[in-house]
């Protein structure tokens, strides 16, 4: 079990990981496309302060939307509110944003209906967004780092979860094991073409295969 676990550190958690430099690698990309990023007001769905503290950009305000508590010790550049991206209330929606934010969030928000919605409300926030998820087609699925994971039926991913040792969060609960499954449904380069079609769609690669799709928009 250690050694699985140092598995995933090595892929995903450490500092020197393959995710932490995805990550680090995304961020450039962000700042690049969005050199004036320091003046402006950036809303981000689904994001935390953990995140936007760690990340070596710094946008003038970020305002962070989320269904979770956040922390009450932030710094004044950050903003943060408990709600649902795809129900925002009023006092949100009237804001005045440069930019809005969203890192793997929409495979998340549940349904065509609510992605729908999800990317309507990020194209009335602001002209500018930069909506990334993970792909669909890419051989090992990122939330659960099982191969193939996505294309198996729900019962067999329900039970791998209980078992499989590199779920960041495992679960025995066979219930609590099904919802978490459900709750991840993961697009297509389509589908994101679909749901922002006024945005250009880049590529994040790993050993030359689609990882992750970027719909970006700068004005």
């Avoid at 699925?141 to 040792?165: C, K, N, S, V």
Wanted: with cysteine; charged share 25%.
């Amino acid at each position: 079990m250690s050694r699985l676990n140092a598995l995933r550190n090595r892929f995903v958690d450490a500092p020197d990981s393959l995710g932490a430099k995805a990550r680090a690698r995304r961020w450039s990309w962000f700042a690049e496309c969005f050199p004036d990023l320091d003046r402006m007001n950036v809303i981000d769905l689904g994001g935390t302060a953990g995140a936007w503290l760690r990340a070596p950009v710094k946008p003038a305000h970020v305002h962070i939307v989320n269904l979770e508590k956040p922390p009450s010790d932030l710094p004044s550049w950050l903003r943060a509110d408990v709600a649902d991206a795809c129900d925002l209330p009023a006092s949100i929606r009237s804001g005045a944003y440069d930019l809005v934010f969203s890192n793997a969030v929409i495979e998340h928000v549940g349904g065509h209906q609510r992605r729908q919605i999800f990317a309507d409300t990020v194209n009335a926030l602001a002209e500018r967004h930069w909506v990334q998820t993970p792909y669909r087609y890419f051989p090992v699925e990122p939330h659960f780092l099982f191969p193939g994971f996505q294309f198996l039926p729900l019962t067999a991913r329900t039970e791998i979860l209980r078992r499989w040792p590199l779920i960041h969060t495992p679960t025995s609960d066979r219930e609590a094991a099904r919802r978490i499954v459900m709750d991840v449904e993961l697009l297509s380069v389509t589908e994101m073409r679909h749901y922002f079609p006024g945005s250009r769609i880049r590529f994040e690669r790993l050993a030359g295969l689609v990882k992750s799709v970027i719909a970006y928009k700068r004005a």
